[in-house]
């Protein structure tokens, strides 16, 4: 009996030093606070988005003379957002799930901090505000992601912790479970997408930082799908159709789409080294200008995220079966401008316009293909098939079309891996450890004459 008795003594003491040791709470509490942040965070960023996007709808209007301002407010958007990206918020570019993916390949905490900070978080909530604002075809859910993994970075440098690399996957996953209330699609998308070196150590700080990123999130705005609730299911053979037809065309279009985004921005940064300042304002005028000519020749429906144009695909409405060629050429465009803005939300718009076509051709149920379209479209342009069907199961609810989603994505994943062998966000994000690797190098070789000079 004594020995029984001794061990629970002992088990009781470490249990009290634990508890009472803030060595141990302290990183704990101040991580459970950052991902409480995330969500409160991710919630405002929805919010002054939708206000700018209403702003902006607002102030053009659908008839009159005031439907030709966007001619002038967009191109002057974008040469603002660029400006103070280029000068203010260097790596606030784009979409900002390509900065999160490098930091995590990188080692020295400065290089993270500099794609990584709570400088970013302002200046990506600010920039993205002001381009939808300005009518761009872009989204807020990267951005979110950026956001997420920059105050999960500070939250680790004030709580002591070591874990950078988990902490950034954590921010990153919780940003994209807040940003659409789909916490399945956070978890997914960390393993998928942000960690295809998944450790398994990680899996904790993922799940509590969803968890509670939801939470807040939640306690905000309560509990809401996305895109509402959709019954439709695929039943007969006319359903599958769809299912193969937005599965391989969805796939091929999303696989343009990146492949030409990776080789233009590649391009575009050989042609601006020469003058980057003054070539990233005019690269910017022009493609505002042309994505203000695309807008209002479509009668303002491409301007913005094309969330309500997505949502009444999903509820059945058909859209103009060219719909889908307009928002992919305008959102291509915002995406090689330069500004900061994601490519989420404007994706599934056209992928869910691709499946309402395709539902137009074949006289099929246009609920069901406007959310295959969106499966194929989307698992096309990101290359990740199970945070393709996850996130969408989630934002629209197709709880009877789950074996039908499945299929779609991973003929969309395959048609795309026929048509380009690198997914588009690890495409991106090694240009910016690229980047990080020649500016050290630059430093380096500054520094020896230095050293030189201090010598003799």
């Not at 991902?35 to 409160?40: E, N, R």
């Not at 203010?88 to 999160?100: L, R, V």
């Not at 934002?395 to 074996?403: L, P």
């Not at 994943?413 to 026929?418: D, K, L, N, V």
Request: hydrophobic share 50%; charged share 10%.
């Amino acid at each position: 009996m004594v020995r029984p008795i001794y061990r629970k003594v002992s088990f009781l003491r470490r249990s009290r030093a634990m508890w009472g040791n803030t060595r141990v709470w302290r990183p704990r509490l101040v991580f459970w606070a950052g991902a409480l942040a995330i969500g409160v965070v991710s919630v405002l960023f929805a919010k002054l988005a939708d206000i700018a996007q209403e702003t902006f709808h607002g102030v053009t209007g659908t008839s009159g003379w005031t439907t030709f301002l966007p001619l002038i407010i967009t191109p002057l958007g974008f040469i603002f957002c660029a400006y103070m990206a280029y000068s203010f918020f260097p790596n606030a570019q784009g979409s900002g799930i390509p900065q999160a993916i490098a930091a995590r390949h990188l080692n020295d905490h400065e290089d993270r901090v500099r794609l990584l900070s709570l400088r970013m978080v302002f200046g990506k909530i600010l920039l993205t505000v002001v381009g939808l604002f300005s009518g761009a075809s872009i989204g807020r859910e990267g951005p979110t992601v950026q956001v997420g993994a920059s105050l999960m970075l500070q939250v680790a440098r004030w709580g002591g912790m070591a874990q950078a690399r988990g902490l950034i996957l954590a921010g990153s996953a919780a940003g994209i479970a807040a940003a659409f209330n789909t916490p399945l699609a956070g978890i997914v998308f960390a393993i998928e997408e942000m960690g295809r070196s998944y450790e398994a150590r990680t899996n904790g700080l993922v799940l509590t930082a969803v968890i509670l990123s939801g939470l807040a999130a939640i306690g905000l705005v309560g509990n809401y799908t996305y895109f509402g609730a959709s019954a439709a299911a695929a039943t007969g053979f006319s359903d599958w159709l769809l299912v193969i037809l937005c599965g391989v065309g969805g796939g091929a279009f999303g696989a343009c789409f990146s492949a030409g985004a990776v080789r233009a921005l590649r391009r575009i940064k050989r042609w601006t080294a020469p003058d980057p300042f003054r070539r990233t304002l005019l690269l910017a005028a022009v493609c505002g200008f042309a994505v203000a000519l695309i807008g209002v020749a479509s009668g303002g429906t491409t301007f913005g995220t094309g969330y309500e144009q997505a949502r009444g695909a999903v509820e059945g409405h058909a859209l103009p079966w060219y719909f889908f060629l307009e928002k992919l050429l305008a959102s291509f465009l915002s995406m090689v401008s330069g500004i900061p803005g994601g490519i989420f939300a404007p994706s599934l718009s056209v992928g869910a316009s691709f499946g309402s076509s395709v539902g137009l051709l074949t006289g099929s149920n246009i609920g069901l293909a406007a959310v295959l379209g969106m499966a194929g479209y989307f698992a096309g342009v990101v290359q990740a098939p199970m945070t393709a069907f996850v996130i969408i199961l989630e934002m629209t609810g197709s709880h009877d079309s789950v074996i039908a989603l499945m299929c779609t994505s991973m003929l969309g994943y395959g048609t795309a891996r026929i048509i380009s062998h690198e997914p588009l966000y690890h495409a991106l994000s090694r240009v910016f450890i690229a980047d990080t690797i020649r500016r050290k190098r630059a430093e380096a070789a500054s520094a020896v004459p230095e050293q030189d000079q201090t010598s003799n």
